[in-house]
């Protein structure tokens, strides 16, 4: 059984995309495809496990590679894959191959290892911590960063092996948690590994380093809650002095999270990337306006929060902050 809009019924195998949805991203130069994957609670290991065309629903395991592939192709835009954290070298092997066989041979591939694994909100970071332990010794509370950096490597290597002479076509990322400077230096240096006789993990191939790039200003943070809820009552309803916080900071206490904040850590990262002879990306950024550790549950602020980010000013804001 197949839905498909009445007036898609005649080319619906030739096209197998929405216009409107190729138009809206038509602009786009690189696709980072890690929810199409289901990366953050992926369970694939074997190559066996991946999606596949004929699966009624891509909702389950995520999106096949080859729906991928044809929509970097259709668009002219680098595709970024995100490697499931337990994928073995099979799996990489062949997705890696599909990926040479099929994509525009003018089309380069970012190939990531699995999503924030140093992100304790998703499985792969405790994954990563038990393997790394496994491995090294279960004092190393390191380890995690450590298993990511040699997983990056090998996977790094897995792919640019089967690019061969296109290896030029690879870009290997290794990313890291932005606000922690110098945690990136366990994934980079990885010394458990290079104690087993391996080269440092950054000299396996890596091109591209990871960070993110959000600003909130502290605004929904405990502590700065009920200071915020003052600025509701002046006569622009709270804006100004949210804006100025944003764009500035110094108004509130607590984390750094205001564009000078933001533009320091872009400073920061970008000598990691330069001293390692790396390019700099952002896989994820903007506002991050909301409410947490029980602020998400104060209607007031979270009314304000909204407009906040409906102001016009906001676009500004993130103009500064490209």
């Known amino acids: 059984i197949r839905a498909i809009k009445s007036e898609y019924e005649n080319n619906y195998k030739a096209e197998i995309f929405n216009p409107i949805f190729i138009d809206k991203i038509k602009n786009f130069r690189v696709l980072r ?11 694939q ?39 499931p954290h337990q994928a073995n070298d099979e799996y990489l092997t062949k997705f890696a191959q599909t990926v040479k066989d099929t994509l525009e041979p003018n089309l380069k591939a970012y190939v990531e290892l699995s999503n924030e694994v140093w992100n304790w909100q998703f499985p792969q ?20 960063m450590q298993w990511y950096g040699m997983r990056t490597a090998q996977v790094c290597d897995i792919w640019k ?27 980079l240096d990885c010394p458990y590994w290079v104690a087993e006789g391996n080269k440092p993990c950054y000299q396996h191939g890596i091109d591209a380093y990871a960070i993110t790039g959000y600003f909130s200003g502290g605004l929904g943070l405990p502590e700065n809650s ?26 509130l206490a607590g984390f750094k999270d205001s564009l000078p904040d933001v533009y320091n850590r872009f400073i920061y990262h970008a000598d990691v990337a330069k001293n390692k002879n790396f390019k700099l990306v952002a896989y994820e950024g903007g506002q991050h306006i909301t409410g947490a550790g029980g602020v998400e549950n104060n209607e007031k602020l979270t009314k304000f929060f909204i407009e906040l980010n409906r102001h016009p000013e906001m676009y500004n804001i993130y103009t500064q902050l490209l």
Not at 128 to 134: D, E, I, R, V
Request: proline share 3%.
């Open 33 to 43: 495809f890690m929810d199409w994957m289901k990366t953050n609670h992926s369970d």
């Open 45 to 83: 290991k074997e190559w066996s496990d991946r999606p596949r065309l004929e699966t009624a629903s891509y909702a389950t395991k995520g999106v096949p590679i080859e729906i991928m592939v044809a929509l970097s192709n259709k668009l002219k835009a680098d595709p970024w894959f995100n490697m």
């Open 125 to 144: 970071s405790h994954y990563a911590l038990k393997q790394g332990k496994a491995r090294w010794g279960e004092d190393k509370a390191d380890a995690y």
């Open 226 to 251: 009920s200071t915020v809820e003052s600025w509701l009552n002046e006569p622009d309803g709270g804006f100004g002095k949210a804006l100025q916080q944003l764009k500035q900071g110094g108004l």
């Open 161 to 187: 092996s089967v690019f061969a002479d296109q290896k030029h076509r690879v870009v290997c990322v290794m990313g890291t948690q932005t606000a922690w400077e110098g945690l990136e230096n366990y994934a």
